[in-house]
């Protein structure tokens, strides 16, 4: 019965936003024209995002879901993830007072090889330097197998994943060393040697999207999730206190406000952030109190104070500065825990035709009591 009303809870507002879409008169991926002020909303748009808002509570709901028991020891915030939530709040807060008193500055600030730029390109290279130290680590350590094979390979994955990403973010090589852009490139929207500003909105959308889904989504789930276990992912999958630490990436929004998926993200993260508020312990409830204020407050200041802005997307290097910065902490993470393997236990296949998985555990086993 309790599974069948939080469905309804889940599919109502949905079901009531879809029909809504059609009437705003925009595409998917449309952003607002550079004109756009806060007077320009809609009622129509007022009504769906009320109704994201419901379908983002109850979706939050369910991926923090867990016993009064549990809940204090998995949403903690220790040494590692604690400094990168106040990272992570203080850039979304100087995006807003950039926003604010300093405009001009902003929209120099985003210009290749200047100083947010820079420090994207510096976070992503960490990033890869890290994984790579993170891939020697696991390939000599004895750890769960990820997807059946050594899982080196899948760290192999991430760190060439992270590369063209670095190598797209400097448009392979392009602004540093000054060459001309290729005719091959003459439809790209930006002029630059490099395929994500081909289709900018679609590779935003990824981009975003899988931020979200493997910072914030992915650690509140995959302790309860049996299939992390049978494929060997937990082991790359940081806690639930690291899903909090980077809820800011969901924020930092003008013109792609007006990106429904996007503003789901957003109020799926804040409500992560109060739910964790109100039932984790003073400490934690402290800090995720911050994260929640920091994003609501910082939203409205972007919506509020944007049409100050030169270029009108400036606020999408900021949010993408967080993506970068919770991307090199997960590297150093799987990095340090690579090193340092927890004493948990080994999953070893068995044969392809069995298509088993048989837990043995080291050193956790309690030895019998002797008899006297």
Known sequence: MRALILTMIVVTPLGGAVPLWPVVGRRVLEKYHETWTIADWQLVETVLLVALCVLGFSLASLLVARSSDTFGASFRFDRFTLPLLLLNCGVIVWGAVLTTFYPDFFALSIQEMSFIALWQELMLLAALIALVAATLAIRKG?????????????????????????????????HMIGWRTPDAFAANLQSETNLHNFYTHRFELVYYGG??????????????????????????????????ATLPVAGAMFNSWAIVPYQLFFVVAVSI????????????????????AVMIGSQAVYLLAGPNLILRFEPTEIRELAICISLAAYAIWLWHSARAPRAVGRLHISRPSERRINRVLDDTSTPAPSRT
């Open 211 to 244: 931020a979200f889904l493997c910072f914030c989504i992915l650690p509140l789930v995959a302790d309860r999730m049996a299939l992390f276990d049978r494929l060997g992912l937990r082991q790359f999958v940081p806690s639930p206190g690291f899903a909090v």
């Open 273 to 292: 952030a109060v739910i964790v508020a109100m039932r984790a312990s003073e400490f934690t409830r402290i800090f995720a109190v911050l994260v929640a």
């Open 142 to 174: 004895d750890h769960v197998k990820a997807f059946f094979v050594h899982p080196a390979w899948l760290s192999v994955a991430m760190t060439l994943a992270v590369l063209i990403l670095l190598l797209e973010e400097t448009s392979y090589g392009l």
